[in-house]
């Protein structure tokens, strides 16, 4: 059964900064890529991150390119996210995902139905 297991949230300052993890159980992890997604209060999923299978190439949305860092641990099944210079809007519940797991219209995305998902780790940015 696959399980994705998120952690590393917290409440920050904005400036400040955070390592999200992923540890991922019940699939070959290193064969996908990998997501972040997040789901800000009232708002829908919005895609934040992919890495390719490898971690050799890592792709942002427009909003935290340059401040965070999408890499993997394949000998250690587990994904993180390096978030930097933090900004209120960045306030959300952050989400690990397999490409295939959830589908997307410009960066609005949704949950396929049969997609496997953790409970999240909570990001709050305020002063």
């Known amino acids: 059964q696959v399980q994705l297991v998120e952690s590393g949230g917290g409440l920050v300052q904005p400036g400040g900064s955070l390592r999200l993890s992923c540890a991922a159980s019940?699939?070959?992890?290193?064969?996908?890529?990998m997501s972040w997604v997040r789901q800000a209060p009232g708002k829908g999923l919005e895609w934040v991150s992919d890495?390719?299978?490898?971690?050799?190439?890592?792709y942002y949305a427009d909003s935290v390119k340059g401040r965070f860092t999408i890499s993997r641990d394949n000998a250690k099944n587990t994904l993180y996210l390096q978030m930097n210079s933090l900004k209120p809007e960045d306030t959300a519940v952050y989400y690990c995902?397999?490409?295939?797991?959830?589908?997307?219209?410009?960066?609005?995305?949704?949950?396929?139905?049969?997609?496997?998902w953790g409970q999240g780790t909570q990001v709050t940015v305020s002063s």
């Open positions: 995902a397999k490409r295939g797991d959830y589908y997307c219209s410009d960066y609005e995305c949704y949950r396929h139905s049969k997609g496997s």
């Open positions: 019940g699939f070959t992890f290193s064969s996908y890529v």
């Open positions: 890495i390719s299978s490898g971690g050799g190439s890592g």
